[in-house]
C-alpha cells in the first residue's frame, strides 16, 4: 500500500500560542508572569462542565486572602490565541480565548493551604507582613495550584426551579424552559428525536442539571440518549451517537485529524494545516508517537450485558434492543421501565455495548476551539496499509488541555479521546 500525503502543493501550516493578557483575583491585576501553567479538564460523558487548574506563585497576603474568602473569591481570566505560518516568527493578530470570571474548588482540609497558613502564623511579624509582601518578588515563593470553574454555570447549576405543570408541550420546550428558568442562553442543541406532544408534564422543584437529567431519562430526549456539557464558552446538549448535528451560523463541522507516518521525518510537526481547496474542514496534525487505538466491545460484552429487554410498567408489554455487531458476545439484560422513555433500549445497547473503536493521541501547537464536541471527526494515517482500519466517523468524549509556558507566552498540548460513531 502507499501513502497518503501529509502535505499538498499549496497548503500551508500554523503553529498556535496562546498569551496570558489578565489574571486578576477579586478584582485586583497579579501579574501574569506569576502564572506559570493552566490546565482544563474536559470529560464530555461523565462530568458537566470542565475543570480549570491554574498554577501560580503568591505571596502570602494573596494566598491567606483566598482562604479568609474562598466561598466569594472570583478570578477572571483573558487568555489569547495567535499563530505563526510556516514556521515564521511573524505573529498573526489575537483574539480570545478565554475572558471570563471564575470562582474556587476548594477543599477545606486542602494540605497546601493549611500549611502555608501554619507556617504564616507562626511568625511573629505575621500581620505586618501581611500588609506588606503585596507584589514584593522576595515574598512570592509559593506555588500553588487553584482548581476552578465557571461562575455562571455554578449559579445556574444551584438555581432550582419552581413546582410546574405544563399543558400540551414538547420535551424540547421544557429543556428550553429550565434553560430560561435558569438564565443560560448560549445553548447548542441536537433537535430531540423525541417530537412527542405530551397532554401534562410535572416539572418537580429541582436545580438545573437535575431537572435536564430527569427529562432525558423519565421522557426521552434522542434515540441513542445524550451529551450535556457546560463548556467556557458555550452549553451542549447534544445526540450521543449523533455526528455534527448542532452548530454555530458558518462553523466549521469537520475535523479530520492526520496522523503521519512512524517512519518520515515529520513524524513530530505537529500543528494545523490549511487547505486553498477546502474551507469546510479543519485539519490538525497528531503526534503518532502518542497513539493509543483500543476496542473495549469484547471486554464490555463480558462485563455488562449489550442486550436488553424491558417491561412497560404502564401497559405490561416486553420489549428488546439489540447491539448491532455480528462479533459480539450477546448477553441480555432484564429491566423494569418505569418511565414514559421509548428510548430506554436504545440508549442502554448504544452507550453500553456497541463501543466500537477508541483512539487516544496527542494535539499540539493547534488551536483549541477546533476540537469541540459538536465536531464530526475523521482520522487518516499517512500510512494507508493500516487507514481502513480506522477509516470511520468519531465523536469527541474527553480533552484534556495544558498550557506550557514558552517565554512569555503558552504553548498548547491536549490529549484528546475520540469514539467512533459509524463505521
Known sequence: MGEHKLYNVGDYTKKWRYQLKQFTINGDDVPIERVTGIEIYSDYEKNAYPIIKVTIVLEPSRYYTIIDNKDSTTIHIRLQKYYMINDSDEKSMADDYINDTFQLILDDNDQDLGDLQERNNASQDFKNMRAGDLNDVNEAANEIELFLYKSDVVKAMNTTSENNVFKDVTIGDLIGHVFTQAGIDNVLMTPPNNTESYDTVMLPAMPLMKALRYLDSYYGIYENGSMMFFDIDRTYVLNYRGTCSAWEPDEVKDVQVIIP???????????????????????????????????????????SSNNIQYISNYSGEHQTDKI?????????????????NQYIGSTYTSQTGDTGNTIELVLSDYDVDMVKPNKKFNTVFEDQSINGDFNSEYMLVNKNTTFIKDGADFKVSSIIRLKETVK
Open 261 to 303: 507516518s512512524a517512519t518520515k521525518n515529520h513524524v513530530t510537526d505537529t500543528c494545523t494545516v490549511e487547505r486553498d481547496d477546502d474551507s469546510e474542514t479543519y485539519f490538525v496534525v497528531g503526534d503518532y508517537r502518542s497513539l493509543n487505538v483500543r476496542n473495549d466491545s469484547i471486554s464490555n460484552d463480558i462485563i
Open 324 to 340: 448491532d455487531r455480528e462479533d459480539s458476545n450477546k448477553t441480555t439484560d432484564l429491566h423494569e421501565n418505569r418511565t414514559e
